[in-house]
């Protein structure tokens, strides 16, 4: 799905029609004969009208009439501001009301599933059995991709390439299909980094190209010293060379260890947790402190709370799964994402996060920096999370956030709707442009369905954006 032919969390669903209902229900019980209903354009053409009283004998006065006339005037800016005060915080989008409200009892939500699969890629592929486990610290040659954004380990990544580009002879070995991928330079020219991948699934399409289906496993480093004769690799091109797998530390809280049995009675006791640790670092020689930034539980409870807010209710239990997944759903900033993948420690991982959740961040475009959407927004129209990778037709993958609603007036759509190659079946899909300087962002998604909810969502192409704190972001607008 490229700029030419491309895929992109509904707004909120925003209705109004309880209140209308509410406000004509009160409107008609306070109208009496001598307080004709109808709308402002009625009581304009039929003036005589607010002269007659049917039910009272006497005339309405002059005052009267003016209060008919200004209360039906007054009734659709009431019900405006009461409907923009309740949804202050969430800015409304150009498109937010081009879809009819799915109804309640035959709404159906979207199946999450679905994206995972990318059932887009056609049936024609074909289960890979088998899994390589590498050993962190040793040297193994592999087959090597240029990747232009950073994928964390337990990521799934939909591949379609040329023929040419991938070795037959990795299908010989019987403990499965891998390959690695490579990121761009972190400034050392010394090593790169890199992570690889492991194919679950392989076919072809009808114009002979390999689409894989793959998960990330290992990070690894390329060095120099390892490839004295190594080059970058070329756009559209394959290597091999030497890499060397990254280890995976995880420290585990060090008062586990204490098992008194008088202090039994506190454990499994969510609000005796700090008690306990207390009572455990009193039987050692430092005090509670000193253990607090081995205690990841606090930083997992924290983030499980912005989790829900993005709709995702399941995490995974792995230490190291888990560093990895928290920071592709709740790391949006390349340099901190870069800092997390870099960092071996599972526990200076999960502190990177933990000093990230409270900031209030948005996605601006990376050509003009104009505000586009705030994070607070996103949600998961997938399982993996609010950040998903998907692949056009061209073979361009797109890391893709989903999010509800964007800054009104900041982008627009262009070119027709259309159905073909979806990522997110039932969805047809649209190109949007950053307002100010024409920049492709990403799609706009609308359901085919009239009752499926979200009905309508927004997915930005994460190259296309850049994430400011909102002062930066306030500072660029200004700016400019």
Known sequence: MDESNNNGEEGNILDVNQEENNSNEESS????????????????????????DLDEEEPLTARRIGENIFQEIRRPIRLTRQFRIRHHSQPLSDDEDELPDPDPESAENFD?????????????????????????????????????????PGETLPMIIPNYM????????????QFGLMF??????????????????????????????SKAHHRFVLQRKDNPNFDEIPPESKTYAFIRILPEIYLPDPLNCIQLGSLNRFRGITSME???????????????????????????????????????????????LLSFWLGRNLLHNSKERYKLFLTNCVNT??????????????????RCESKIANCNSLFAMSKHGVQTNYINPAGCIHET?????????????????????SWFPAYSWQIILCRRCD??????????????????????????????????????????
Request: charged share 20%.
């Open 112 to 152: 999450t599933d679905l994206p995972a699969e990318h059932s887009y890629l056609g049936s024609n592929l074909s289960r890979v059995s088998g899994v390589n486990y590498l050993e962190a610290g040793k040297l193994y040659r592999m087959l090597l991709f240029n990747h232009k954004t950073l994928l964390f």
């Open 401 to 421: 956030n989903t999010v509800y609603n964007l800054i009104k007036d900041s982008t627009y759509p262009t070119g027709l709707p259309s159905e073909e190659f």
């Open 349 to 366: 991982r999960l502190q990177i996060i933990d000093k990230s959740l409270d900031n209030e961040i948005f996605f601006c475009c990376t």
């Open 274 to 320: 700090k008690t306990l640790k207390k009572y455990q670092a009193a039987t050692t020689c430092f005090p509670s402190f000193v253990y607090e930034p081995y205690n990841m539980s606090t930083i997992i409870e924290k983030a499980k709370i912005c989790l829900e807010s993005y709709k995702m209710n399941s995490m995974p239990t792995d230490p190291v």
């Open 166 to 177: 991938f070795d037959p002879g990795l299908d010989q070995d019987g403990d499965g299909i």
């Open 184 to 213: 761009p330079s972190t400034g050392s020219d010394n090593q790169l980094f890199g992570v690889t991948c492991q194919i679950f699934e392989k076919g072809t399409d009808q114009m002979g190209q390999i689409i894989l289906k």
């Open 29 to 52: 019980s306070n109208h009496s004969a001598g307080d004709p209903g109808g709308s402002v354009e009625d009581l304009l053409r039929f003036p005589h009208r607010l002269l007659l």
């Open 439 to 480: 920049m492709h962002l990403g799609w706009k998604f609308a359901s085919t369905k009239p009752t499926l909810i979200p009905k309508m969502f927004y997915g930005l192409s994460g190259t296309s954006l850049k994430v400011l704190l909102k002062n930066e972001a306030d500072k660029e607008l200004y700016r400019s």
